[in-house]
Every structure is written in structure tokens, then in C-alpha cells.
């Protein structure tokens, strides 16, 4: 499949989750939880010590998200993305987009052995959705 493929399959859904989601608004973990929003998606934000962000509660990780995501946005320097790609194929989640700055081979590289779709090294979903401050 190619990456547009890609990017249309993860974007089909209506449920995702983030990770390195942030309460500061100048920081794209922010910006992408914003992005779904604006979009009238249904975001989960992810952060272990944060109560909510964006009037939304906050999962402390992938295992006590309140449902099943279609796609997980990850915001996280690249060795927690390593940490995250394993633990979002241990809570099921199939499509994961390592937005830029967040990538490493080792991630990209785990994700696909493990089975999972996996976008990265490409657009920003910030662009690929759009996105108004």
C-alpha cells in the first residue's frame, strides 16, 4: 500500500488516540489533539500525569484508553516512540502514525514486524487533515 493509501485508511476512522499529548498549546502533541477535534474525530489524549487536556480526560496509557482507537497519533521523542509502538500493538492498536520528529528506524522497523500499519517519514497529519490555529 502506498503512503496516500495509508493515510486514507488511518484517517477512515473516528476514534484515535495521542500520545504526547500536551496542555501546552504551542506544542504539536497539543496541536494534533486539536487537529482531530476541529475535525469533529473523537481524540483520546494519552499522557500518564495529566488529568485532561483540552477539556478531554486523559488516558495514563494505551491500556486505560476508555475504547478502542481505529489509529494512535504518536508525539513522543523517538526512544519513548520505540516504548509506544510496543505497547500499542500489546492493547491492539493496529495503525500508527509517528508524526515527523518522532520517528526512528527502530520504531518504523518494530512497528512492521509486528504487523502493524504504520506512517512515518511523511506528512504531518497536521497537513494531511488541516489544520487551523
Not at 501546552?24 to 497539543?30: I, V
Amino acid at each position: 500500500m502506498d503512503v496516500q493509501a495509508t493515510i486514507d485508511e488511518f484517517l477512515k476512522g473516528q476514534v484515535f488516540g495521542v500520545v504526547g499529548a500536551s496542555t501546552d498549546r504551542s506544542k504539536y502533541g497539543n496541536k494534533i489533539l486539536r487537529c482531530y477535534l476541529q475535525h469533529d474525530l473523537i481524540a483520546w489524549p494519552v499522557h500518564p500525569s495529566e488529568k485532561e487536556i483540552e477539556g478531554v480526560p486523559c488516558a495514563t496509557d494505551l491500556v486505560n484508553l476508555p475504547e478502542p482507537v481505529h489509529g494512535l497519533s504518536i508525539i513522543t521523542p523517538p526512544p519513548v516512540t520505540e516504548q509506544v509502538v510496543h505497547a500499542a500493538a500489546e492493547a491492539g492498536i493496529k495503525r500508527l502514525w509517528i508524526q515527523p520528529g518522532a520517528e526512528s528506524h527502530v520504531a518504523i522497523e518494530s512497528a512492521q514486524e509486528l504487523g502493524l500499519s504504520v506512517i512515518a517519514g511523511g506528512p504531518c497529519l497536521l497537513v494531511a487533515l488541516g489544520y487551523k490555529e
